[in-house]
């Protein structure tokens, strides 16, 4: 039993406008759930996705105006990926990127692929990389006037986690979770341990974890920007239950069993401290909107209905549509 790669992941943002517009706008990603944080539903919580929500294309922020700066450190999942099909994509990218002023801080080549790296107005930590289709499958590119299809994102790429002890990460992901080692690769960093690359599901960008080493920083402060938590897909729903009781039976604490409605969860830490999170790919996001519809009112789950009116009080207007 092995996750299936990446399901989503979730980072915090202040400001939901802003938000919205660069990765809807700029990215050309579909806004295809708009929801509240389901532990503290007073605030939302958007869901940026392919064309149909697929699970492994899903970059979700909880919206929080009171976040502060983040100080960058250990015990973070420090920098998120995106899957592009080809090089002359990534070329497209660099120059849409610069034409909005958004800081595109290096294109180089990480685990013998080509990367741009660059960040949101909030400091989020992106890159977009160059996947050759022979790993877990795309995505379905969400159309945009500006954006030629070939050349949309198609899904998530490698999450990088920054730790001071990697060993203990990589046992976790591989003894616990099922990864593979596939490689390894120098650290950005002069003078640091080489990054591991550990795979799962059928492979490729979407299905990897790219563990950085630094023995020279602090742990992380999040704040704005900062990601919250990875997520990685159970395909069979018959296999939740059984993840949780290999977690409790390997000594982790967990979340217990957690629904969110459009799937279900399990949550628990890792011995450097980062969180994970454990998402089945049913049933999705359609669930209870259309796919033609997705996004464009705000969501929420059946146990959360019956609040709705006093929910919606609580909740500032979002001047955009889906």
């Known amino acids: 039993?092995?996750?299936?790669?990446?399901?989503?992941?979730?980072?915090?943002?202040?400001?939901?406008v802003k938000n919205h517009y660069f990765f809807t706008h700029i990215l050309g990603m579909r806004l295809v759930k708009k929801s509240v944080n389901q532990d503290s539903p007073s605030s939302y919580h958007l869901f940026y996705a392919d064309a149909i929500g697929t699970?492994?294309?899903?970059?979700?922020?909880?919206?929080?105006?009171?976040?502060?700066?983040?100080?960058?450190?250990?015990?973070?999942?420090?920098?998120?990926?995106?899957?592009?099909?080809?090089?002359?994509?990534?070329?497209?990218?660099?120059q849409r990127l610069a034409s909005f002023e958004v800081p595109v801080l290096e294109r180089g080549v990480a685990f013998h692929r080509e990367v741009l790296y660059f960040e949101d107005f909030e400091g989020s930590r992106l890159h977009l990389v160059v996947d050759d289709g022979t790993g877990i499958p795309y995505g379905e590119a969400w159309e945009k006037d500006d954006i030629p299809l070939e050349f949309a994102i198609v899904g998530l790429g490698p999450s990088y986690i920054t730790v001071r002890h990697a060993a203990r990460t990589q046992e976790t992901l591989t003894t616990i979770l099922g990864f593979t080692e596939v490689g390894h690769y120098p650290s950005p960093v002069a003078g640091q341990p080489e990054t591991i690359v550990v795979s799962s599901g059928e492979g490729g960008p979407a299905g990897e974890v790219h563990i950085h080493t630094r023995t020279d920083l602090p742990v992380e402060r999040p704040g704005r920007g900062s990601v919250h938590h990875v997520a990685f897909r159970i395909p069979s729903m018959d296999d939740y239950p059984k993840w949780q009781e290999r977690l409790t039976q390997a000594g982790y604490q967990t979340s217990g069993l957690v629904d969110r409605y459009y799937f279900k969860s399990i949550y628990f830490r890792e011995p450097n401290g980062i969180l994970y999170e454990l998402a089945t790919d049913e049933p999705g996001f359609?669930?209870?909107?259309?796919?033609?519809?997705?996004?464009?009112?705000?969501?929420?789950?059946?146990?959360?209905?019956?609040?709705?009116?006093?929910?919606?009080?609580?909740l500032r207007p979002l001047p955009f549509e889906a």
């Open 55 to 94: 699970p492994g294309t899903d970059m979700t922020y909880f919206d929080i105006p009171m976040a502060g700066k983040t100080y960058p450190g250990v015990s973070s999942i420090s920098n998120t990926g995106f899957r592009v099909k080809s090089l002359e994509a990534l070329d497209f990218w660099q």
């Open 1 to 16: 039993m092995q996750v299936a790669g990446i399901h989503h992941v979730s980072a915090i943002t202040k400001d939901a």
């Open 286 to 314: 359609a669930s209870d909107e259309s796919i033609e519809t997705l996004g464009q009112n705000l969501a929420l789950p059946p146990f959360l209905e019956g609040r709705r009116k006093e929910i919606e009080s609580k």
